[in-house]
């Protein structure tokens, strides 16, 4: 099966930086994404990683290490705004379908901005 | 505007009364799932489906079916709820081609199971 490791909260503050690890054991690793929930609200979706190496997205990046199955969101000039739950979620590939669709979320991080 | 659509968004039943909660999506999308969200448990997936008439398990399909007639709609059935079913659903849908993996999540479905 797959699982995935995240810590359960973090807390910084306004303009810092902060970077939310993720670790996972799959089989068939597809690819890690990003999300993030506001109270309430539903997921969006932040960034997605198939291979090794650093992505960026204005203030979100997120880093991929295949070899050490460990990725991370890192977040800079932190907003108030930015305070919600950030996911990871790792892509499987399921030999016996043949598709990449088995989608398992971390338990979720949850990241308090403070003034 | 592209989005994903679920109802109700919220409903209180009792344990037994068959129930279905309906998802559309406007995207022309393949790909669509649904999950389940619980306090400290993350979002788990409860089955999938990969197009018109192509269904599969996820993490959690147990007391759950789902039917996919038509690309647009992806209704989950509980056909005989229990109250350990109480939760937050959100469905899902995503273009099933390259390599960037976005998912539209619809606005969630707040389930009371009594």
């Known amino acids: 099966g797959q699982s995935l490791e995240q810590p359960s909260e973090v807390t910084a503050v306004e303009g810092a930086i902060v970077q939310i690890n993720c670790t996972y054991q799959t089989s068939g690793f597809y690819g890690l994404s990003w999300y993030q929930q506001h109270d309430g609200g539903a997921p969006t979706f932040l960034s997605y990683n198939a291979l090794d190496g650093l992505e960026e997205t204005g203030r979100f990046s997120s880093f991929l290490s295949r070899s050490d199955s460990y990725g991370y969101l890192l977040l800079q000039e932190l907003q108030m705004k930015d305070s919600a739950s950030y996911f990871c979620?790792?892509?499987?590939?399921?030999?016996?379908?043949?598709?990449?669709?088995?989608?398992?979320f971390g338990s979720g991080t949850q990241l308090t901005v403070l003034p | 505007e592209a989005q994903v659509t679920q109802n109700p968004r919220y409903l209180i039943t009792v344990t037994g009364k068959k129930l279905t909660v309906t998802c559309s999506q406007n995207m022309n999308h393949e790909y669509m799932s649904w999950y389940r969200q619980d306090p400290g448990l993350g979002l788990r997936q409860i089955y999938y489906s990969m197009n018109v008439e192509v269904t599969d398990k996820g993490d959690v399909p147990e007391g759950y079916k789902v039917s996919r007639k038509e690309k647009r709609n992806f209704p989950l059935i509980l056909e005989s709820p229990s109250p350990n079913q109480t939760s937050l659903y959100f469905c899902?849908?995503?273009?099933?081609?390259?390599?960037?993996?976005?998912?539209?999540f619809g606005p969630g479905t707040r389930l009371t199971v009594l």
């Open positions: 979620a790792v892509r499987s590939f399921l030999i016996s379908s043949g598709s990449a669709r088995q989608l398992t």
């Open positions: 899902a849908s995503s273009a099933n081609r390259g390599s960037r993996d976005t998912q539209y």
